[in-house]
């Protein structure tokens, strides 16, 4: 974008991410837009007003929006927000129903795309995965009022893990950062599920570690769970997650998330 370039968006597809108070009276909200990526934004007068109460009740994350954006700079100006019309036959889909875990995991996604959702760029890819992954942890929520017995929890374990791994995985790969998850870099033979493999980020997997470089030592058998999107044992979960978090700070930077930490505190 060249800078000082008048924007318009108008009735633009889009989620909020997140807010802060800016000023006095306005926000300054964290808008991921489907076909323009993040999208900064001020909402001026929003607070205190009472004309302007609904649109500040609107600007929460975990809501479908319709939004339109005006300005000449990556920071423009909020003129219209309400609730996407798209699913009107259905209004309770206009806003994902979040609570417990599955709202916290739904911050931690949050959290990963204001970090690395690039600005100005189609998204639609991850906008879609984005509603896919937030539908599941809402059904989850509506299915799950109860706390789970204690017998339950591999199960619990796997119903919130899978979509965030999932989603990780997607995330990298339409960021162009995809794993090879299919083949050793080093003979160009297929993973076999009974061996072990060290991991090397931006080349792949190989039976063989290489000097000076750090790897992550992970099993055959949940390289190929991986590739095909199957995570029913509590071993793949586990070495998914190193390695996807692994992948993933390579891009986060050293700033921890403060998602993953408030859930350790909550539920670890």
């Not at 934004?41 to 609107?58: E, P, R, T, Y």
């Not at 319709?66 to 300005?71: D, E, I, N, Q, Y």
């Not at 219209?80 to 995991?105: A, H, I, M, R, T």
């Amino acid at each position: 974008m060249i800078q000082g370039t008048k924007i318009n968006l108008d009735n633009k597809s889009a989620v909020v991410l997140h807010h802060y108070n800016y000023r006095d009276s306005s926000l300054i909200v964290n808008f991921f837009l489907s076909d323009f990526g993040l999208v900064s934004a001020v909402a001026k007068g929003i607070k205190g007003k009472k004309n302007k109460q609904n649109q500040f009740v609107l600007l929460q994350p975990f809501k479908r929006l319709k939004v339109s954006l005006t300005g000449k700079n990556d920071l423009l100006i909020l003129t219209s927000v309400e609730l996407s019309n798209v699913f009107v036959k259905d209004l309770s889909s206009q806003v994902w129903d979040l609570s417990g875990k599955p709202l916290y995991c739904a911050y931690y996604i949050n959290e990963l795309l204001l970090r690395l959702l690039p600005s100005h760029t189609n998204c639609y890819e991850i906008f879609s995965l984005y509603e896919h992954t937030l539908d599941i942890l809402s059904h989850f929520s509506s299915n799950n009022s109860k706390q789970p017995s204690i017998g339950d929890n591999e199960e619990v374990s796997i119903q919130y893990e899978v979509p965030l791994r999932m989603f990780e995985i997607k995330l990298l790969e339409y960021l162009g950062y995809a794993l090879n998850l299919s083949y050793d870099v080093e003979t160009n033979l297929v993973i076999e599920s009974d061996k072990q493999y060290y991991y090397i980020l931006d080349t792949g997997p190989t039976l063989i570690p290489v000097d000076n470089i750090k790897n992550l030592v992970i099993s055959g058998s949940t390289l190929i769970n991986m590739s095909n999107h199957q995570f029913t044992d509590q071993k793949t979960l586990q070495e998914s997650k190193q390695l996807l978090k692994w992948a993933l700070a390579v891009h986060l930077g050293e700033k921890p998330l403060k998602s993953r930490e408030m859930f350790k505190q909550l539920y670890c």
